[in-house]
């Protein structure tokens, strides 16, 4: 099965990246297909190279990261819904004179088009969030 | 569902949560503008207290916050012709549809006459139009 996968929830506040981050690596592991994995809303917080966790508490950017590596998947965060709350790739803070970017590896920052393209090509599209 | 090369799918837009105190409503309705390009079969759903995102009359001036419910009557322009809005959550909430401002398209089949884009369900009914779609996002 082919899956897109939507996050609209930023991380610790809201179960919803843990929960997405859970079903995205079993899907994997059961030899799935990750189409994309699309951040909208405060979703796009899970993509902050910037977060320092306490130590005795899971890194969940890290854990996207760690797991975009290891399977090669695509992890998308939108462009709106990034400027607006302060996510930038280094091309996005240089475009826009910002002093810094703060996008973790393993993402990258593209237009809505993009989840509507992973709702098209999935043959299922599961949504994380309220 | 196939069209030729073209895929087309059933994608529906379920908007619950009420326009202002949070963004989803906002941020639902830009999804909704750029997925009307890619030529899908599009709905949208106003339900719970979705359904206070469509009342007439907004004025956000005190709130501080982008009034944008005007952009709603441009759907028909994008092509958007079906706009579920679910009875029972008018009901609950003391509404009916003369509170909500009115939606129209303009249908290319029958010479361009406006027509009304919104279509009132029961609850049971809105399930089975929710059963018949490829895609469901729910903001």
Request: hydrophobic share 40%; net charge negative; aromatic share 10%.
């Amino acid at each position: 099965m082919k899956y897109g996968i939507l996050v609209n929830e930023g991380p610790y506040t809201h179960q919803a990246s843990d929960s997405a981050l859970a079903f995205t690596k079993a899907a994997l592991e059961k030899g799935h297909e990750i189409f994309r994995v699309f951040f909208y809303h405060d979703g796009v917080n899970n993509g902050t190279s910037l977060a320092i966790p306490p130590q005795d508490d899971r890194h969940i950017p890290n854990q996207w990261s760690e797991l975009a590596k290891e399977y090669n998947i695509d992890l998308v965060l939108c462009v709106a819904a990034a400027q607006r709350r302060g996510l930038l790739d280094e091309s996005e803070a240089k475009r826009n004179s910002k002093a810094a970017s703060n996008m973790i590896e393993g993402f990258r920052i593209s237009g809505l088009g993009q989840l509507i393209e992973a709702g098209i090509q999935g043959d299922r599209m599961v949504v994380f969030g309220d | 569902m196939e069209d030729g090369d073209q895929v087309i799918k059933k994608f529906m837009y379920m908007n619950r949560k009420a326009p202002y105190g949070t963004i989803y409503a906002w941020e639902s309705l830009e999804v909704v503008l750029i997925a009307a390009a890619f030529d899908q079969d599009i709905s949208l759903v106003f339900a719970d207290d979705g359904v206070y995102q469509l009342m007439k009359d907004q004025n956000t001036e005190e709130v501080g916050m982008k009034n944008f419910s005007k952009t709603y009557s441009a759907l028909g322009d994008y092509d958007i012709k079906k706009i579920y809005i679910e009875q029972e959550s008018l009901e609950e909430r003391g509404l009916s549809l003369e509170d909500l401002q009115g939606l129209k398209y303009e249908d290319e089949d029958d010479d361009w006459a406006e027509k009304d884009s919104i279509i009132l369900v029961s609850r049971a009914e809105l399930a089975k139009v929710i059963d018949e779609q490829d895609v469901v996002f729910s903001f």
